[in-house]
C-alpha cells in the first residue's frame, strides 16, 4: 500500500509539473505573437507596455516551472547551508552598492545635460542587468549560486536555452530597425539583447567554475 501510495504521488508531481510546462508553453507563443503584433502596429497607444506585461506573464510562468522542475522535493536537505548564506550576503551587498553607484551616474549625467543613449526604461534594465551580473559572479564562484535542492544541470541547460532566445529576438530587432528609437537604445529592441548578454554571461562564469573545480580535483 505504501508502495502504491508513493508512485501515486509521484505520478500527480509529473502530472502537475506537464501541466505547467503546457501553460507555460502556450502563453509563451501567444505572448510572442501578441507582442510581435503590437509593436508592429504604429496606432497602438502603448506597445512597450504590452510587450512588457506579456514579458511578464512568461517570466511568471518560467519562474513557476523552474521552481518544480528543477527542485528536488527532499524536505531534509536545507536549500541552503550556513556558508551559501553568507557569502549571498556579501554578493547582495556589492549589487547594492553597484546600483547606488549607477544611480548616481545618472543622476550626475541629468545634473552635467549628459544625454545618455538609452530610453529610460531600457536603462533601468541596464542597471538591473549590471547588478544582477555583480552579484551572480561571486555567488557562483563561491558555490552558493545553485541552491542545495536544485537541479544544477537542468538549470544550466534551461540558462543556455533562454539566452539563445533572447538572442534570437534581440537580432530579430535589431534586423527590422526596432533596436533605436529617436537616436536611443529602445526598451522594445535593447531589452532581450541586454537579457541575453547577461545570461550568456552567467552560462561563461559557470563554465569557468567547472573547469576551475575539474583542475583543483
Known amino acids: 500500500m505504501d508502495k502504491e501510495k508513493k508512485k501515486k504521488g509521484l505520478h500527480l508531481k509529473r502530472a502537475t509539473k506537464l501541466k505547467i510546462i503546457f501553460a507555460g508553453l502556450l502563453t509563451t507563443v501567444a505572448a510572442m505573437f501578441a507582442t510581435i503584433y503590437l509593436a508592429d502596429d504604429q496606432t497602438h497607444p502603448k506597445p512597450v507596455v504590452v510587450g512588457a506585461l506579456f ?40 549589487g547594492f552598492f553597484t546600483a547606488l553607484i549607477m544611480l548616481a551616474l545618472v543622476a550626475c549625467s541629468g545634473l552635467f545635460e549628459i544625454e545618455i543613449p538609452m530610453e529610460q ?8 542587468v549590471v547588478m544582477v551580473a555583480v552579484v551572480a559572479t561571486p555567488l557562483i564562484m563561491k558555490d552558493a549560486y545553485f ?16 539566452s539563445l532566445v533572447n ?18 537604445v529602445s526598451f522594445m529592441g535593447g531589452a532581450n539583447l541586454a537579457a541575453a548578454a547577461l545570461l550568456i554571461y552567467i552560462e561563461i562564469a559557470i563554465i569557468i567554475k567547472s573547469i576551475i573545480d575539474k583542475k583543483e580535483d
Open 55 to 94: 514579458g511578464l506573464i512568461f517570466g511568471g510562468f518560467l519562474a513557476a516551472l523552474l521552481m518544480v522542475l528543477g527542485t528536488r522535493d527532499d524536505k531534509s536537505v536545507p536549500k541552503y547551508d550556513e556558508r551559501q548564506i553568507a557569502e549571498q550576503g556579501k554578493a547582495y551587498k556589492y
Open 167 to 184: 538572442l534570437a529576438i534581440g537580432v530579430g530587432a535589431i534586423a527590422s530597425g526596432r533596436i533605436m528609437t529617436d537616436g536611443k
Open 121 to 128: 526604461s531600457m536603462l533601468c534594465i541596464f542597471i538591473v
Open 147 to 162: 541552491s542545495l535542492r536544485e537541479n544544477k544541470r537542468f538549470l544550466i541547460i534551461v540558462v543556455g536555452i533562454l
